[in-house]
T-cell receptor
Framework: DSGVTQTPKHLITATGQRVTLRCSPR?????VYWYQQSLDQGLQFLIQ???????AKGNILERFSAQQFPDLHSELNLSSLELGDSALYFC??????????????FGEGSRLTVL | SQQGEEDPQALSIQEGENATMNCSYK?????LQWYRQNSGRGLVHLIL?????REKHSGRLRVTLDTSKKSSSLLITASRAADTASYFC???????????FGQGTELSVKP
């Protein structure tokens, strides 16, 4: 158990809908990262937050947004969903942020299926 | 691209054999990390090697880093069926600081 909690574990929804994925980092970790893993794209870095502030951005679509709250949990919002958004979404946390990124602790992921 | 490139993409060996996976990257790094992913599960950190280190050991794992060649290798000795998983390298570049993963090496260890 990494200590990172992601909910929901599974989610099935329809195209055009909006979903929110939630992540609780390990106790004491200030950084949260979001990754998307699909068969054709591999593991894609989406975005990183450190202590409530956005620190790094990757291949995150404009339809997607994220935030980190004062209690350090994070949410990833996916809107106007398309079939291609079906993927495993991972949250990871670490104690420190850029530039001294140490090891990341990953949650078990949220599997999103868009029908 | 900022990701590491793992090689080979897939590796199939017998239990007891050694498995070697390689990773190449682009520019100067702060550190390079290796992770393991069992099918459909979250990634698990295996080992981190800093840019000023050349070799590091952890149990049956040995990681080397050659900054002149911009490459790293992960050696798993005396492999077990339970080592079957995908292995990813993630270089942390001095510029940018994002931890980007490659496509991984899919290791299959047959009993």
């Amino acid at each position: 158990d990494s200590g990172v909690t992601q909910t929901p574990k599974h989610l099935i929804t329809a195209t055009g809908q909006r979903v929110t994925l939630r992540c609780s980092p390990r106790s004491g970790d200030l950084s949260v990262y979001w990754y998307q893993q699909s068969l054709d794209q591999g593991l894609q870095f989406l975005i990183q937050y450190y202590n409530g502030e956005e620190r790094a951005k990757g291949n995150i679509l404009e339809r997607f947004s994220a935030q980190q709250f004062p209690d350090l949990h994070s949410e990833l919002n996916l809107s106007s969903l398309e079939l291609g958004d079906s993927a495993l979404y991972f949250c990871a946390s670490s104690l420190v942020g850029v530039p001294n990124t140490g090891e990341l602790f990953f949650g078990e992921g949220s599997r999103l299926t868009v029908l | 691209s900022q990701q590491g490139e793992e090689d080979p993409q897939a590796l199939s060996i017998q239990e007891g054999e050694n498995a070697t996976m390689n990773c190449s990257y682009k520019t100067s790094i702060n550190n390079l990390q290796w992770y393991r992913q069992n099918s459909g599960r979250g990634l698990v950190h295996l080992i981190l090697i800093r840019s000023n280190e050349r070799e590091k050991h952890s149990g049956r794992l040995r990681v080397t880093l050659d900054t002149s060649k911009k490459s790293s290798s992960l050696l798993i000795t005396a492999s077990r069926a339970a080592d079957t998983a995908s292995y990813f390298c993630a270089p942390l570049y001095n510029q940018g600081g994002k931890l980007i993963f490659g496509q991984g090496t899919e290791l299959s260890v047959k009993p």
